[in-house]
């Protein structure tokens, strides 16, 4: 059975396979003239933010290297000043930093659920 960290990490995870699919293909001057999809990577990057307020402390302490208090930032950001974001800092956050968080949470993933089959073994 997985945990509340493990859920809410493999629901970061698809958002963050939800932006890869959205900008496959593009560019920064394609992306940055296409408002639907600017639009929503960036409401999928918020969203990624939300999740990652609910992770627990532990579980973002133990990961360290992930920049959890910039991605709760940047979803602050986008929900409070939404008109003052800039295009090209959601092209970079998706087009840089999504595949890089992809990564580590992943890695994380896989850290908690064998950690949690090895516990289940006992």
Same mark, same amino acid.
């Given at each position: 059975?997985?945990?509340?960290?493990?859920?809410?990490?493999?629901?970061?995870?698809?958002?963050?396979?939800?932006?890869?699919?959205?900008?496959?293909?593009?560019?920064?001057?394609?992306?940055?003239? $296409? *408002?639907?999809?600017?639009?929503?990577?960036?409401?999928?990057?918020?969203? *990624?933010?939300? /999740?990652? &307020?609910?992770?627990?402390?532990? /579980?973002?302490e133990?990961?360290?290297?992930?920049?959890?208090?910039? *991605?709760?930032?940047?979803?602050?950001?986008i929900?409070?000043?939404?008109?003052?974001i800039?295009? &090209?800092?959601?092209?970079?956050?998706?087009?840089?930093?999504?595949?890089?968080?992809?990564?580590?949470?992943?890695?994380?993933?896989?850290?908690?659920?064998?950690?949690? $089959?090895?516990?289940?073994?006992?």
């Open positions: 059975m997985r945990n509340k960290d493990s859920i809410i990490l493999m629901k970061m995870i698809n958002y963050c396979k939800d932006v890869a699919f959205l900008i496959e293909g593009s560019d920064y001057e394609e992306f940055i003239g $296409n *408002i639907m999809r600017n639009r929503a990577c960036t409401q999928t990057v918020a969203q *990624i933010g939300e /999740l990652s &307020k609910s992770l627990t402390e532990s /579980l973002k133990k990961h360290s290297d992930v920049p959890w208090k910039g *991605i709760r930032n940047l979803r602050n950001f929900s409070h000043e939404y008109e003052k800039e295009r &090209k800092t959601i092209w970079d956050v998706v087009a840089e930093s999504i595949p890089q968080l992809l990564e580590q949470l992943e890695a994380i993933l896989k850290d908690l659920d064998n950690n949690t $089959n090895i516990k289940g073994d006992n």
